[in-house]
Nanobody, 123 residues
Framework: VQLQASGGGLVQAGGSLRLSCAASGLTFSSYAMGWFRQAPGKEREFVAGIRWSGTNPLYADSVKGRFTISRDNAKNTVYLQMNSLKPEDTAVYFC?????????????????WGQGTQVTVSS
């Protein structure tokens, strides 16, 4: 199984980025997907999760209303649209796959992880 995250970069506060995570080696439509992030010196934290069906996504309070998670099962890809970015959003962002169809905010519930993509928001 491979999860390849991309789309990170350097952006000014208030800007936008769209992260992508392409999955291979698994039946993508049978997995819930999640995005997590880890800032320097901090633990990895949940950002957003989406069910296999794409309905009723789950968001961390810190990103609710600014970030949108979506998926395209035909392309085996999950996305994270990030708007109104803040310096505190700076982190390495990881995508993860969870075998059971429903989302979870717990790191331990995810079975596979991507390598991460750096997002840096300047003030």
């Amino acid at each position: 199984v491979q999860l390849q995250a991309s789309g990170g970069g350097l952006v000014q506060a208030g800007g936008s980025l769209r992260l992508s995570c392409a999955a291979s080696g698994l039946t993508f439509s049978s997995y819930a997907m999640g995005w997590f992030r880890q800032a320097p010196g901090k633990e990895r934290e949940f950002v957003a999760g989406i069910r296999w069906s794409g309905t009723n996504p789950l968001y961390a309070d810190s990103v609710k209303g600014r970030f949108t998670i979506s998926r395209d099962n035909a392309k085996n890809t999950v996305y994270l649209q990030m708007n109104s970015l803040k310096p505190e959003d700076t982190a390495v962002y990881f995508c993860a796959a969870k075998r059971m169809p429903n989302w979870s905010a717990l790191r331990g519930d995810y079975d596979y992880w991507g390598q991460g993509t750096q997002v840096t928001v300047s003030s």
